[in-house]
């Protein structure tokens, strides 16, 4: 089907169905530090978590009080309470024919990995639930690498760990501009851009998406036109993963 031998999906709003539990989380997180719903601040300050979804929610809140980092963090700690908090209670909903795209692409050989914000503990049991953690090879989250969206190094990072050698068998889905502009990045040959996300697609496209696509359903079409073997245009992408390179971890809370 596809000379693509390594997905990258983002999981809320791509794989799974953003059910408002992270803005919900960022609103109780700013509110406790004296940013209160119904402000003229407050409306400011979930315009700026929308502009930046899909970045690290330590980035955000950081860029939300650059002045104050004690509030940043202790903002952070409130995000990450109220998000385990409503994960626990919200039972995930896959995409509409999510199931089937994962399915497909495992059976044709193509390994799969899921990036997102969420800690590791929200991320595990969300795939169990959905009973996907047999068909996913690689599952990262931001504290898994030194820098998150719109830096490439998830994306990198899952080239290393699965070992593909060349970002032309890459392809990157993401329902944000700063998911897209990771899979841009790291050079991935098919970075496409879904709306069943908080993003527009003027937003996807101006981030640098090869595709723009109505839901992850749509990425098999994608893939087949795409394929060289398939007529498809040749991309110009030339870059090589050199299997030594490892990436080197840090705080992303600092």
């Not at 799974?16 to 407050?42: M, P």
Request: aromatic share 2%; glycine share 10%.
């Amino acid at each position: 089907m596809t000379d693509i031998t390594l997905a990258c999906f983002g999981l809320v709003g791509t794989l799974v169905t953003d059910a408002g539990i992270v803005e919900l989380a960022f609103a109780e997180a700013i509110a406790t530090q004296g940013v209160v719903s119904g402000t003229s601040a407050f409306a400011r300050s979930m315009a700026q978590v929308h502009r930046a979804r899909g970045q690290p929610p330590a980035q955000v809140l950081s860029e939300l009080f650059p002045d104050n980092q004690p509030k940043a963090q202790a903002a952070l700690l409130t995000f990450e309470r109220s998000l385990a908090a409503a994960a626990d209670r919200t039972v995930p909903a896959a995409i509409p024919g999510a199931r089937e795209v994962l399915t497909g692409l495992a059976e044709s050989g193509c390994r799969l990995c899921v990036m997102t914000n969420m800690p590791r503990r929200e991320l595990t049991a969300m795939l169990r639930t959905l009973g996907w953690s047999d068909l996913i090879n690689v599952a990262l989250t931001a504290a898994d690498v030194p820098r998150g969206c719109p830096s490439p190094d998830l994306a990198l990072a899952a080239m290393l760990r699965v070992g593909v050698g060349d970002v032309r068998e890459v392809a990157v889905v993401q329902p944000t501009a700063a998911g897209v502009e990771c899979g841009r990045r790291a050079g991935a040959r098919i970075v496409a851009g879904v709306l069943t996300g908080v993003h527009p697609a003027a937003r996807l496209r101006a981030a640098g998406a090869t595709h723009v696509i109505d839901s992850v359903a749509d990425l098999p079409g994608v893939l087949a036109i795409s394929s060289p073997s398939a007529g498809g245009p040749p991309d110009p992408a030339t870059i090589s993963i050199p299997p030594q390179v490892s990436l080197e971890r840090r705080s992303l809370g600092a």
